[in-house]
């Protein structure tokens, strides 16, 4: 396992280096005429560049505007199951730390820094609604139905290396979710990586994301009313993986340039939680898998309906629905 885990940390820091190097050639394009002043004309330039590194539409969204300065914006709602899309239960079914098992409606906000035209900083911060479709606090959720979720600092990175085209984030986060933080989440630091590669005119894409994930937390022992057996953790630390790290095989179908079919399968996620003092044992979560129809409005506006089930028990109830949207408003 551990063997595993420094061979993808290898492989990330093998391409940053080579990606760097790339750079002159990756953007090197033909002089525009100028289109107003300098100012226009260089963020012309800029968008080119951008649109040269990164052509599939996902994560063109993802990576956001070519302006200087930029507002984006994310949607998400994770509703219940197949059964019962509106539900308030939202089945945990990969067994995963950090998980909010109610459905909720999440909405972010950030602002974003192009350095250049594949460097960027970024700041956002949202707000979160458990269970919007229901009037009360669902049963057995300990939390605030409407809270902050989770501010946060990004760093990315698009290169493009010999086709694969990669978008790398370093992201520190505070935990400020009331449901998590009754929990002892604090804050952590992820590194995520995603790439895919097409695969000539076939309108298939392969790719993967892999990531690594270190979560600090501010408390141990128990946490709620031992009375009220629901909200109630004898010993939060069986709750806080303190490092996590993952491997996520991606294929896509290209439609036309509006319409594709996406699937995810989280095939390697493991979590070492705090409870086991053993640092080289780590816990395998339930492999799932997520199928979607993508929808790339424009370069920047991308919406995803989507559904997560587990592939070695596929059933209606443990079969999730979601809809998330990526859009930069200038």
Known sequence: MIIFFHYI????????????AETDAILEVEDEPAITVGALNFQSRRANDVDNIITNKLLRAESGS???????????????????????????????????????LDGQADVKYNISSQHSLSAGIGVRWITPFSSERPRGYDGKRVDVANPFLNYQLL?????????LQVQPTIYTE?????????????VNQDS???????GFTLGFSVWAQYVRYDKEGSSGDPNDPDN??????TEQ??????????????????????????????????????????AKDTITQSFGLGISITPVIFLYPNIQFVPEDIRDDLTNVGISADISVF
């Open 9 to 20: 940390a290898f492989l990330i820091t093998l391409s940053m280096p080579a990606a760097f």
């Open 66 to 104: 070519t302006s200087i300065w930029s507002v984006g914006t994310s949607l998400e709602y994770a509703g219940g199951n197949l059964r019962k899309p509106l539900s308030e239960d939202r089945p945990n079914i990969a067994s995963t730390t950090a998980t909010t098992d109610k459905a909720f």
């Open 159 to 167: 290169y493009n290396l010999g086709g694969l085209q990669s978008v």
């Open 178 to 190: 009331s449901n998590l933080t009754r929990l002892g989440y604090h804050s952590s630091l992820l």
């Open 196 to 202: 895919v590669i097409e695969l000539g005119d076939s």
């Open 232 to 237: 109630y953790t004898a010993d939060v630390r």
């Open 241 to 282: 993986a303190d490092y996590i790290f993952g491997l996520s095989p991606v294929l896509e179908y290209m439609f036309n340039d509006t319409f594709n079919l996406r699937t995810v399968l989280y095939l390697y996620n493991y979590e070492h939680m705090r409870s086991e003092p053993d640092r080289t044992t780590y």
